[in-house]
């Protein structure tokens, strides 16, 4: 099993020393990655389920407060939870995740994408909230397309993006593909998981017998699609007090990284919590 850590911009703030020192603090505890959250604008009455966010949280953009925390650690993997990939242009995205692996030397490693839920959001940005999953699946497609395309470039002719002969460099560090793993509580998020994701992070408000579906239906598109459902990773959330007979059942439901979150916002407070989650765990020891 793999653990990951969430630092919750909106919660624990933009203090830049701050999240220095968590990201530094997570890699001396041997938390294998790091996460950041994802919104580009909200609005008064913006609504997810039955929770009103205030427009006031502050969600620094995710990618920019990743290449910082690669600044000021050496090991620690870089994860998104999770992107909004419809409100991003692929070619651009391309350019940025690559730059972020190439200065960390391999570890933009863990993007999730997820379609995003705030239909004012999609207005904002001149994106048709009805049809941002199958603009995510072409981005998917054009970041792939790109990172693998040479110097006589690559050409795209899709429902939302189209180019010519295009080349886009430098690529990730060592000339590999990065990572796609996909986001989302929906069968449709679980299908896009089988046809085009090497990961599957579904939401946290799932019943136990919609989890097992929702896996067991990304397994079986995997297959439909000719590609191994055995190549795919699944992480999900996890409370930073779990003991380890819940990481146990975790890991007989076929997950293979959990990704927690500090509960405390003093920070002193926090870092106690990280420290005791390492030391039930023995990462450090990983």
Same mark, same amino acid.
């Given at each position: 099993?793999?653990?990951?850590i969430?630092?919750?911009?909106?919660?624990y703030?933009t203090?830049?020393?701050?999240?220095m &020192?968590f990201?530094?603090?997570?890699?001396a505890?041997?938390?294998?990655? =790091?996460?950041?959250?994802?919104? =580009?604008?909200?609005?008064?009455?913006?609504t997810v389920?039955t929770?009103?966010?205030?427009?006031?949280?502050?969600?620094?953009?995710?990618?920019?407060?990743?290449?910082?925390?690669?600044?000021?650690t050496?090991r620690?993997?870089?994860?998104?939870?999770v992107?909004?990939l419809?409100?991003?242009?692929? @070619?651009?995205?391309?350019?940025?995740?690559?730059?972020?692996?190439? %200065?960390?030397?391999?570890?933009?490693?863990?993007?999730?994408?997820? %379609?995003g839920? %705030?239909?004012g959001?999609?207005e904002?940005?001149?994106?048709?909230?009805?049809?941002r999953?199958?603009?995510?699946?072409?981005?998917i497609?054009?970041l792939?397309?790109?990172?693998?395309?040479g110097a006589?470039g690559?050409?795209y002719?899709?429902?939302?993006?189209?180019?010519?002969?295009?080349? @886009?460099?430098?690529?990730?560090?060592g000339?590999d593909? %990065?990572? =796609?793993?996909i986001?989302?509580s929906?069968?449709a &998020?679980a299908?896009r @998981?089988?046809?085009?994701?090497?990961?599957?992070?579904?939401?946290?408000?799932?019943?136990?017998?919609?989890?097992?579906e929702?896996?067991?239906?990304a397994?079986s598109?995997?297959? &439909?699609?000719?590609?191994d459902?055995?190549?795919?990773?699944y992480?999900?959330?996890?409370?930073?007090?779990?003991?380890?007979?819940?990481?146990?059942?975790f890991? &007989?439901?076929?997950?293979?990284r959990? @990704?927690?979150?500090?509960?405390?916002t003093?920070?002193?407070?926090q870092?106690?919590?990280?420290a005791a989650f390492?030391a039930?765990f023995?990462?450090?020891?990983?």
């Open positions: 099993m793999k653990f990951g969430s630092y919750s911009t909106p919660y703030g203090d830049p020393d701050r999240l &020192a990201a530094q603090h997570a890699e505890c041997g938390f294998e990655s =790091i996460y950041l959250p994802d919104h =580009i604008a909200l609005y008064p009455g913006a389920g929770f009103e966010m205030p427009p006031t949280l502050p969600f620094p953009d995710p990618l920019d407060c990743l290449s910082f925390v690669a600044a000021v050496e620690i993997l870089l994860g998104t939870g992107l909004l419809p409100y991003r242009h692929p @070619v651009v995205l391309a350019k940025r995740l690559a730059t972020i692996d190439l %200065l960390s030397k391999g570890r933009m490693r863990l993007l999730t994408v997820g %379609l839920t %705030l239909s959001e999609a904002a940005l001149g994106v048709d909230f009805a049809t999953g199958r603009r995510a699946d072409e981005a497609d054009v792939r397309l790109l990172w693998a395309g006589d690559v050409s002719h899709g429902e939302f993006f189209s180019f010519d002969n295009l080349c @886009v460099y430098p690529k990730p560090h000339g593909q %990065l990572p =796609i793993h986001g989302g929906s069968r &998020a299908r @998981v089988g046809r085009r994701g090497d990961g599957y992070f579904p939401g946290g408000m799932l019943m136990p017998a919609e989890r097992a929702h896996l067991e239906l397994r598109t995997a297959v &439909a699609a000719g590609r459902p055995a190549a795919l990773e992480t999900r959330w996890g409370s930073i007090d779990m003991p380890r007979d819940r990481v146990e059942g890991a &007989a439901q076929g997950v293979t959990i @990704v927690v979150g500090a509960t405390a003093d920070r002193v407070e870092f106690e919590e990280m390492a039930r023995e990462l450090a020891a990983r």
